[in-house]
């Protein structure tokens, strides 16, 4: 049976005593998935993944989900490159807090990263896990964010004159397709319950929220300002620090994430899928 450590962290597990790179019977695929519902981002070390076993692994749990910005990698339909030559200047990728494509009317229940060439220091992966934030918010925090809709939308990262837009593409090595759909705008409630556990959490921040419903954007500034800097207190983080062939898969429903740097000099390269959403 699979072991499962806790990071002793605020979210995160490490899980051993499985191999990965061999099918999966119910009972593994069973047990996984309740590590991962509990401990919402796990991490499995020394399993030598190929593509076709990142596919397999993150079919277990769902159909693949739609990537809508990046272009697959060669040969590929549902695999991204994650990737940042040695020598690459441009601004690190997914630096700020998110959670993965929320803006989708049914965003990615999970994400899963395998580990492609490490970097021999930094390029840690950052979580915060948005059940504990929800709990610790004093009342009267809660009152004022418990019962808003969250305008989500792509644009502020990929519309034409995004954060990785058109002025961004050179230098960048990672295959990432601006496009003017990222306009659009859908909303999800800010607290909700998590679609398998249903324990309260609070869903995305702001980059990919862009407002609140019945409020102006004056309104709405300085409440996803205030709310963004809870989300993320060190509390509620729990910091990865990546190994090579190692593999990560973690629940966009219940935690933010994002990528760190300080590994200038050395490349990092990762691939991932989404696990599309929960359909019971
Ligand atoms: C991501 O947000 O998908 C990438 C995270 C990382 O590069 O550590």
Excluded at 17 to 37: F, Y
Excluded at 163 to 176: F, K, L, N, T
């Amino acid at each position: 049976m699979i072991e499962v450590k806790p990071s002793g962290q605020a979210c995160g597990a490490e899980v051993s005593g499985i191999d990965l790179t061999k099918p999966l019977d119910n009972a593994q695929m069973a047990a996984i998935r309740d590590a991962w519902l509990e401990h919402h981002v796990l991490s499995f070390p020394n399993q030598a993944l190929d593509d076709d076993g990142l596919e397999r692994f993150s079919r277990y749990f769902g159909d693949f989900g739609v990537d809508p910005f990046f272009n697959p990698i060669a040969g590929r339909k549902n695999i991204a490159a994650i990737l940042r030559e040695a020598d690459e200047t441009s601004p690190l990728f997914a630096e700020n807090w998110h959670s993965d494509w929320s803006f989708q009317a049914h965003p990615p229940a999970g994400t899963c990263l395998m580990a492609v060439d490490i970097p021999p220091v930094g390029g840690d992966t950052l979580f915060a896990n948005q059940h504990k934030a929800f709990d610790a918010m004093p009342p009267e925090m809660r009152e004022r964010f418990e019962g808003v809709t969250a305008i989500h939308s792509a644009k502020m990262a990929y519309a034409p004159d995004g954060a990785y837009g058109e002025a961004d593409e050179e230098g960048r090595s990672m295959d990432i397709r601006p496009d003017e759909s990222a306009r659009e705008t859908q909303t999800h409630p800010l607290v909700r319950p998590h679609p398998e556990t249903g324990k309260l959490g609070l869903f995305s921040c702001m980059g990919y929220i862009i407002g609140f419903e019945g409020l102006s954007q004056e309104e709405a500034l300085p409440l996803l300002t205030e709310l963004y800097a809870w989300q993320s207190k060190d509390e509620f983080v729990y910091r990865h620090k990546w190994k090579p062939d190692m593999l990560i898969m973690w629940d966009n429903r219940s935690v933010l994430h994002k990528a760190t740097g300080g590994y200038e000099g050395h490349r990092r390269e990762l691939h991932r899928t989404t696990i599309a959403a929960y359909s019971g």
